[in-house]
């Protein structure tokens, strides 16, 4: 039986290592490991869970509804959480639809009795009831045969990010805790640090609005070939509190950021968050103005918040973790 590391299947799959790492921890797929072997490898069986995984969020299936089909071997369950969805569809395309056909027909009034005056008129309530009337829906018919290549387009243009979608926040600057990690499951090895100094320092108690934040940094190489990947945290704490090794206090000098919460893990969202950012008219990235400095790693300066920080420390469960994806940005 073949085993795969972790790198050979984020690379194979286009699945991040944290999304398979959260996967993990919330039961969905299981790793091995392999004698004198440091990393995590997956079987055939993790493996063919992935790509099942893979199509039902590609389908916009909820996680935790993913999880009652890969953990039910009743097919009448599986049937009527398919069949919920569907409903669910239909409504967004009956929605879309109505709000399709009113705005072809206005253009259609607009160019057929091309009256200036007529834009004022066109949405009084006589207007908007006998258009809405008229409407009429053909029945929503799913198409046949549809490609990985259709279905992987169709999951694209539903994640796209629309202005509702995203939150312009100022993010005040802050003295941090900061812990770093490196190697295979560094998220979970600086959040690991980051709640045993927030538990025995009772931090929550003396600072109970203290923020969390992470991000990718990798180490400078120094005459290696690749440099290993690392991962810092970081808990807001009051400026003039002790902090143990190996902890370090960091300065964060605070700024604009586009925001938006990550979706079911799904990391592609920062792409997303990203061309928003840059198709906006008022707004521009930001990577030229660090608020933070790290001489001795890469940074990009975008990072995540985990949202409810409180909370989350309390009861430590991923499936209730939420993130905020935030970009750097600045106004045009």
């Given at each position: 039986m073949e085993l795969k590391t972790i790198r050979q299947i984020s690379l194979d799959y286009g699945v991040s290592r944290r999304m398979l790492c959260y996967y993990e921890e919330i039961g969905l797929i299981k790793s091995r490991r392999k004698d004198d072997y440091a990393y995590r490898v997956y079987d055939e069986d993790a493996i063919k869970r992935l790509q099942q995984i893979i199509i039902l969020r590609k389908l916009q299936i909820p996680m935790k509804q993913i999880k009652d089909i890969l953990n039910n071997q009743n097919a009448v369950v599986v049937i009527e959480i398919f069949k919920q969805n569907i409903i669910e569809i239909d409504e967004q395309i009956t929605a879309l639809s109505?709000?399709?056909?009113?705005?072809?027909?206005?253009?259609?009034?607009?160019?057929?009795?091309?009256?200036?005056?007529?834009?004022?008129?066109?949405?009084?309530?006589?207007?908007?009831?006998?258009?809405?009337?008229?409407?009429?829906?053909?029945?929503?018919?799913?198409?046949?045969?549809?490609?990985?290549?259709?279905?992987?387009?169709?999951?694209?243009?539903?994640?796209?990010?629309?202005?509702?979608?995203v939150r312009i926040v100022y993010l005040p600057p802050m003295t941090v805790a900061a812990a770093y990690a490196s190697g295979e499951d560094c998220e979970g090895k600086s959040a690991y640090m980051i709640a045993q100094f927030v538990i025995k320092s009772e931090l929550l108690k003396i600072k109970p609005d203290a923020r969390?934040?992470?991000?990718?940094?990798?180490?400078?190489?120094?005459?290696?070939?690749?440099?290993?990947?690392?991962?810092?945290?970081?808990?807001?704490?009051?400026?003039?509190?002790?902090?143990?090794?190996?902890?370090?206090?960091?300065?964060?000098?605070?700024?604009?950021?586009?925001?938006?919460?990550?979706?079911?893990?799904?990391?592609?969202?920062?792409?997303?968050?990203?061309?928003?950012?840059?198709?906006?008219?008022?707004?521009?990235?930001?990577?030229?103005?660090?608020?933070?400095?790290?001489?001795?790693?890469?940074?990009?300066?975008?990072?995540?918040?985990?949202?409810?920080?409180?909370?989350?420390?309390?009861?430590?469960?991923m499936e209730n973790l939420q993130l905020d994806i935030l970009i750097p940005i600045k106004e045009k």
């Open positions: 109505a709000v399709r056909s009113i705005l072809t027909r206005f253009v259609d009034d607009l160019q057929e009795k091309a009256d200036v005056h007529l834009k004022l008129d066109i949405l009084n309530d006589k207007t908007m009831l006998a258009v809405v009337s008229a409407l009429s829906f053909s029945e929503n018919k799913i198409k046949e045969n549809v490609s990985m290549e259709e279905l992987n387009k169709a999951n694209e243009n539903l994640s796209k990010l629309e202005d509702k979608d969390s934040f992470g991000f990718d940094c990798n180490i400078k190489p120094s005459g290696i070939e690749e440099a290993p990947r690392g991962y810092e945290m970081w808990v807001s704490v009051p400026d003039d509190m002790e902090v143990p090794v190996p902890l370090v206090k960091r300065t964060f000098d605070g700024g604009l950021y586009a925001a938006h919460v990550l979706r079911t893990w799904d990391f592609a969202d920062r792409g997303h968050l990203e061309k928003w950012v840059t198709d906006s008219e008022k707004y521009d990235i930001d990577w030229n103005s660090p608020r933070w400095v790290l001489p001795e790693s890469h940074v990009t300066q975008n990072f995540e918040e985990t949202l409810n920080f409180y909370n989350f420390v309390q009861n430590g469960k």
